[in-house]
């Protein structure tokens, strides 16, 4: 066997691996455990519209924190990790391969299928840490550790300008995600013509409503930390905690941080809807 042929056979053994049956299963899992997430933060959050939430965080931090303290909570924690890293793994296959549609295979698409790969790797690593034993993994507080990395970002030659890039880059993300909600392009990556009339237009609903809620939340975090380089003041950042509690303090009172925690649960539960009839 020649070198290339050898090659080759290992890129198609690599290609049908990435398109298997288990790295379907796992991105499935996958979605399922993104909603559990965005559910809890949703909960944790109405929570603290109505009573402040007694000390608990409406982040990723909080909702692992939540977990925990329920009955099975590791065991939990251990399911919730490895179906993020299932996650991962084909995101990883998609930045490697290519996604499932026409435009699947664009250097943009696997490149943001990269960039998804690296952030669910991390998220899985941090819950799975904590299951393990190591309370700082994963519960820390988002607002804090915003805090920290902005501090530190400051000080470093041009920090100001990278800080600001950051945030500006995290706010067009943010309002990349929701313009594309309010505008069904999710809708492509779904297997619509397998739904019924009413689920069509449920799942329609609440990826609409729940995809512009989280890009807002993205949106707002993305100002605060362009705030806080113009201002050149770290304590400006905010994490996602403090992020939803700033829509407590407008004009509207608590309503609209209602308003948005109801989004993050309809985003969970479209999550379970995408880990059935997303195209993979």
């Known amino acids: 066997m020649t070198p290339g042929s050898a090659t080759a056979r290992g890129r198609g053994q690599a290609r049908r691996a990435a398109n298997s049956t288990a790295v379907a299963t796992g ?143 995290v706010a067009a993300a943010g309002a990349w995600i929701a313009v594309r909600a309010l505008r069904r392009k999710f809708q492509k990556h779904l297997k619509m013509s397998g739904m019924s009339p009413k689920t069509r237009q449920t799942v329609t609903a609440i990826g609409v409503f729940g995809g512009t809620s989280r890009g807002v939340v993205f949106a707002v975090a993305g100002g605060f930390a362009l705030a806080a380089a113009v201002q050149h003041k770290p304590g400006k950042a905010k994490g996602m905690d403090d992020t939803l509690r700033s829509f407590a303090d407008t004009p509207v009172g608590p309503w609209l941080l209602v308003l948005i925690a109801v989004g993050l649960v309809a985003f969970g539960v479209f999550s379970w809807a995408s880990a059935r009839w997303r195209k993979l």
């Open 27 to 169: 991105a499935r899992a996958g979605f399922v455990a993104r909603g559990i997430i965005y559910v809890l933060i949703g909960v944790l959050s109405l929570q603290i519209s109505f009573s402040g939430g007694g000390g608990k965080q409406a982040d990723r931090g909080g909702a692992i924190a939540e977990i925990a303290g329920k009955p099975f909570g590791a065991a939990l924690l251990w399911l919730l990790g490895t179906a993020l890293a299932g996650m991962a793994l084909w995101r990883l296959s998609g930045a490697a391969f290519g996604q499932a549609g026409p435009d699947g295979k664009k250097a943009s698409k696997r490149a943001m299928a990269a960039g998804r790969c690296v952030f669910y790797g991390f998220v899985s690593y941090s819950v799975l840490s904590y299951a393990a034993g190591d309370k700082s993994s994963g519960s820390g507080s988002s607002d804090q550790n915003s805090r920290d990395i902005t501090s530190k970002a400051l000080d470093w030659p041009a920090g100001q300008w990278i800080v600001a890039g950051a945030g500006a880059a």
